[in-house]
C-alpha cells in the first residue's frame, strides 16, 4: 500500500524558514516524479513544487521560486520542501504527491502538513 | 503563465441529474489534463488523466473529455457522495496549474 507521510509544518514568523519532509512507502521511491502541493484554508489547491526520481530536475511556482527549494533522498525514500523567507500567504496545508510516472498527474496523496506564517 | 479556468465555480443538482464542468486551459495542452475530486475535509483523489482515462477504482458514472484547450468532467448521475470540490490540472509542461475548482452540491 502507498503511504506519504508529512511532517515538519507548524508556526513560523514572518521571514522564518521551515523544512517539509514526506516519508514515502509501499513503492519504488527512486523511480517516481515528487511533487508539493499547497492549500490555503478555504481556497483551492495551488500547485508548488516538482522533482523528478534522479532529483535532478526540480520546477517551481513562480509564487515560490527562489524562496522554497524541493530535494528527495532516494536511499530514505524521502521528499523534502525547504522553505525559506516564509511570508503569510504561504499559509497553508502543503501535500506530498507522487505522480503515476515523468510529467504526470498525481496519483497518490499524502494527508498534508499544516503551516501557518504569523507574527 | 498557464492559466486554467473552471466552470462553474459551483453548482446545485439533484441526484440523478447529468453534471457537466468544464476547464479551459490559456494555452494548448494536448490531453495533458487530469481532474480530482476533493471532498469536504479529505484529500485530493485522482479521478481522470490523459483528459479521458478513468483511474482505477473510479466509478463508471465519471467521464472525462476534450483536447487541446477545452475539456469537460461529467457525471452521468450524480450521486450523494459526489458532494465534492472538482478541480482541473495541466501537467503538460511547469506550471503544473490547477483550475479553481468547482463545488458540487445536492439540490
Known amino acids: 500500500e502507498v503511504q506519504l507521510v508529512e511532517s515538519g509544518g507548524g508556526l513560523v514568523q514572518p521571514g522564518g524558514s521551515l523544512r517539509l519532509s514526506c516519508a514515502a512507502s509501499?513503492?519504488?521511491?527512486?523511480?517516481?516524479?515528487m511533487g508539493w502541493v499547497r492549500q490555503a484554508p478555504g481556497k483551492g489547491l495551488e500547485w508548488v513544487s516538482d522533482?523528478?526520481?534522479?532529483?535532478?530536475?526540480?520546477y517551481y511556482a513562480d509564487s515560490v521560486k527562489g524562496r522554497f527549494a524541493i530535494s528527495r533522498d532516494n536511499s530514505k525514500s524521502t521528499l523534502y520542501l525547504q522553505m525559506n523567507s516564509l511570508r503569510a500567504e504561504d499559509t497553508a496545508a502543503y501535500y506530498c504527491a507522487k505522480a503515476k510516472s515523468s510529467g504526470s498527474s498525481y496519483d497518490y496523496w499524502g494527508q498534508g502538513t499544516l503551516v501557518t506564517v504569523s507574527s | 503563465d498557464m492559466q486554467m479556468t473552471q466552470s462553474p465555480s459551483s453548482l446545485s443538482a439533484s441526484v440523478g441529474d447529468r453534471v457537466t464542468i468544464t476547464c479551459r486551459a490559456s494555452?494548448?495542452?494536448?490531453?495533458?489534463l487530469a481532474w480530482y475530486q476533493q471532498k469536504p475535509g479529505k484529500v485530493p483523489k485522482l479521478l481522470i488523466y490523459?483528459?479521458?482515462t478513468l483511474q482505477s477504482g473510479v466509478p463508471s458514472r465519471f467521464r472525462g473529455s476534450g483536447s487541446g484547450t477545452d475539456f469537460t468532467l461529467t457525471i452521468s448521475s450524480l450521486q450523494p457522495e459526489d458532494v465534492a470540490t472538482y478541480y482541473c490540472?495541466?501537467?503538460?509542461?511547469?506550471?503544473?496549474?490547477f483550475g479553481g475548482g468547482t463545488k458540487v452540491e445536492i439540490k
Open positions: 494555452l494548448v495542452i494536448s490531453n495533458y
Open positions: 490540472q495541466n501537467y503538460n509542461d511547469a506550471p503544473l496549474t
Open positions: 490523459s483528459a479521458s
Open positions: 509501499g513503492f519504488t521511491f527512486s523511480t517516481y516524479t
Open positions: 522533482i523528478n526520481s534522479s532529483g535532478e530536475r526540480t
